[in-house]
């Protein structure tokens, strides 16, 4: 199995639409209705994720599964990327841009969030959460 083919091509499509809704969500609320940090981020992955699950199983993925178990792993898949990449990236940013204002800092945090979900999160949905056996 190649790990970058026509597969990845639809995760990324998926992607651009996800990122289209859960960005704007995401930047709304925290810019705009000063919302925290956390509960932006997080408002973006839950929206998304719920649009992501549908459009990678059936579209990207093609899977015919129907279980709790695949659920059950992409909540695990989406949760623990999320922790890895937004755990990792407010420190980083915060490290990176000690002069900057703590809202550059997040804005740029989330943006880097962003990029680290995305990698991680297609490693686990190709690899585990819609593994073709």
């Known amino acids: 199995m190649k790990l970058f083919d026509k597969t990845t091509i639809k995760f990324l499509i998926v992607g651009v639409i996800n990122t289209l809704v859960g960005t704007s969500i995401m930047f709304f609320l925290y810019n705009l209705l000063h ?30 599964e129907k279980s709790l178990a695949m659920v059950a792993r992409f909540v695990i898949n ?22 900057a204002s ?11 969030g962003m990029i680290l979900f995305v990698i ?5 949905q190709r690899f585990v959460v819609f593994k073709k056996n």
């Open 35 to 64: 919302v925290s940090y956390w509960i932006s981020s997080a408002s973006n992955y839950i929206i998304g994720s719920i649009v992501s699950y549908f459009l990678n199983k059936y579209f990207t993925f093609q899977s015919k």
């Open 78 to 99: 989406i949760s623990v990327c999320y922790l890895l990449a937004y755990g990792c990236a407010k420190p980083l940013m915060r490290l990176a841009l000690k002069d």
């Open 120 to 124: 991680l999160n297609y490693l686990g």
């Open 102 to 112: 703590i809202a550059v800092q997040e804005n740029l945090a989330m943006l880097t």
